[in-house]
């Protein structure tokens, strides 16, 4: 009873919407780097937001259905197909016993996810299904490998559910993200607070879910400060001794003592979770206000989402 | 003190920016009232140094504070009333861990160095390091890695100029004033004293982790 991994892909983690209150042990949240798409395609399946998911880079695993399996893509399209048949990304579909997915070309974005109704059957710890690979726990405690058997639930799914386009629309290879000055965004000079806000910065080699090395124009501070250790988060912007800056995503360490220049918005986080290297970036800053606004907005779409699931079900029920 | 949001869904309590007892003790007591007495919305609270950052969920706590504009404003107001709550208290002593540490050829990658620094030897370098008690002022970088303190000036020798690629499991190192313990093999780039055989993080143990934010330890010869 369950999904056979034949090929692991470069990088496929088990992963749910994060382990909080481990933060003080050094312990980070992980979970996957674009929570509209898990939580979105959880909601088309009725499971729980945050059920265990496949977070998938490309190239993409290969994994066959031990079982008849209700299961849905979201995130980054990677042009799934089940049997050689395409699978609508962003959607439910069926896959019969002993058919077997395979992911044919990245077209857009960086994450793809496999998500199955009832969610992946793995045992959490500290409350979570992420896996932290740092401390080879959570999880599988470790990327897949061949030969992996994912545990899960036979299922079946009568009416196929469609999301619509609102929970994707913002995925580009070059966005602009919203931020919120942090802590020495007051620090920058004229000069670079210019630059920051008007310069394109592109995402190095080095960019992974631990966090993603920007390369443009030097930014410096009016002085140089050095600051004792403190907590970062899942979207901090800290400026390194080089210049260059970093954006910590999904596996960044609990505290650090760059300057911190800002955070981008949580409603902006899914868009950056989908770059990779060699995407551009841009930042433009807004006020608590609208980054909360921006977040209600996106929980009142996904609440009209679970509305319409339910819905559905019921007229077929 | 000063407040400032990282992110939407945090807010960092910098009560200054420096390695001090009188810091610490505020960041923790702070980080302990809300981890007791969470608001709704709360999710976390993370002490570090001198300052600790509380997490929450925005649009929780903004539905719970209709008379505020915005729920970082909310829970700023929040932290400014438990910051004058916590102020009087005295930190509850905390019973002093003892960590068994391991010095010979094997485990201490840098004593010499060490020796250089302080112009001392090695026996004298390990009786001034084992002769304090340190504090943990934070935990953080890897999962149950304690930055403790102070190391005495006459050992509290720099970081390594090239990190290591890999420094083992278990190895104790000191940077500058700070000690500290690896509990995983890792990349770092702390000068290596020894080695304790305790394990500082295990995951299938409930806690992870064998000490907290505010503990007292004493390293003794294993």
Redesign the interface.
């Known amino acids: 009873m369950s999904l056979i991994v034949r090929k692991p892909g470069i990088l496929t983690t088990v992963q749910d919407l994060g382990r909080f209150g481990s933060r003080r042990f050094g312990i980070n949240p992980n979970g996957t780097m674009d929570k509209a798409a898990v939580r979105a395609i959880n909601v088309a399946l009725g499971n729980d937001e945050n059920a265990a998911v496949l977070e998938m880079h490309f190239p993409a695993p290969e994994i066959e259905f031990d079982l008849e399996t209700a299961f849905g893509i979201s995130g980054a399209d990677f042009g799934a197909e089940l049997d050689g048949g395409p699978i609508r990304n962003w959607s439910t579909a069926q896959a019969p016993k002993g058919t077997v997915l395979k992911f044919r070309k990245k077209a857009l974005g960086s994450r793809a996810y496999l998500a199955v109704r009832n969610g992946l059957d793995i045992e959490p710890w500290l409350g979570s299904r992420s896996t932290n690979l740092l401390a080879n726990a959570g999880g599988f405690g470790r990327q897949l490998a061949a030969g992996d058997v994912v545990q899960c639930r036979e299922s079946r799914i009568d009416s196929p559910i469609s999301i619509g386009p609102s929970f994707s629309a913002g995925y580009t290879a070059v966005p602009a993200l919203r931020i919120l000055p942090s802590g020495e965004y007051g620090l920058l000079t004229a000069l670079s607070e210019q630059v920051f806000l008007s310069e394109r910065f592109t995402l190095t080699n080095d960019s992974n879910r631990m966090g993603f090395r920007l390369k443009g124009p030097e930014l410096h501070l009016v002085e140089n400060k050095t600051l004792v250790s403190s907590a970062a988060s899942f979207g901090t912007i800290q400026l390194l001794p080089d210049g260059q800056m970093i954006i910590l995503m999904a596996d960044h360490q609990t505290a650090g003592g760059y300057p911190r220049i800002g955070n981008i918005i949580s409603a902006d986080l899914p868009i950056a979770g989908q770059l990779g290297p060699g995407d551009r970036v841009t930042f433009k800053v807004v006020s608590v206000m609208e980054a909360e606004n921006a977040l209600a907005e996106f929980e009142r779409e996904l609440s009209f989402l679970k509305m319409g699931v339910r819905l559905k079900r019921d007229v077929h029920a | 003190m000063r407040i400032?949001?990282?992110?939407?869904?945090?807010v960092?309590v910098?009560f200054g920016?420096?390695?001090s007892l009188e810091l610490n003790r505020k960041a923790i007591a702070l980080?302990e009232h809300f981890e007791s007495n969470p608001f709704p919305g709360f999710?976390?609270?993370?002490?570090?140094?001198?300052?600790?950052?509380i997490?929450f969920e925005?649009?929780k706590v903004?539905d719970a504070h209709i008379g505020c504009?915005?729920?970082?404003?909310a829970v700023s107001l929040i932290v400014e009333t438990a910051s004058a709550e916590i102020r009087d208290k005295v930190e509850t002593d905390r019973a002093t861990v003892e960590i068994p540490v391991i010095f010979n050829s094997a485990a201490s990658l840098d004593l010499d160095e060490v020796c250089k620094f302080a112009g001392l030897d090695a026996d004298a370098v390990v009786y001034t390091f084992l002769k304090r008690i340190y504090r943990v002022f934070?935990?953080?970088?890897?999962?149950?890695?304690a930055?403790m303190g102070e190391v005495d000036d006459r050992i509290a020798i720099a970081r390594k100029q090239s990190p290591r690629l890999k420094v083992p499991a278990g190895s104790v190192g000191i940077a500058g004033k700070q000690t500290g313990i690896y509990?995983?093999e890792?990349p770092g780039g702390w000068q290596i004293l020894g080695r304790t055989e305790l394990k500082m993080?295990d995951?299938n143990s409930d806690?992870?982790?064998p000490l907290?934010?505010g503990d007292r330890v004493k390293f003794v010869r294993a």
């Open positions: 400032f949001p990282l992110g939407d869904n945090a960092t910098e920016n420096e390695i980080s999710i976390e609270s993370v002490p570090a140094y001198s300052s600790t950052t997490f925005p649009v903004r504009r915005t729920a970082c404003e934070m935990i953080g970088f890897l999962p149950g890695f930055y509990p995983l890792s993080f995951p806690p992870s982790c907290r934010p």
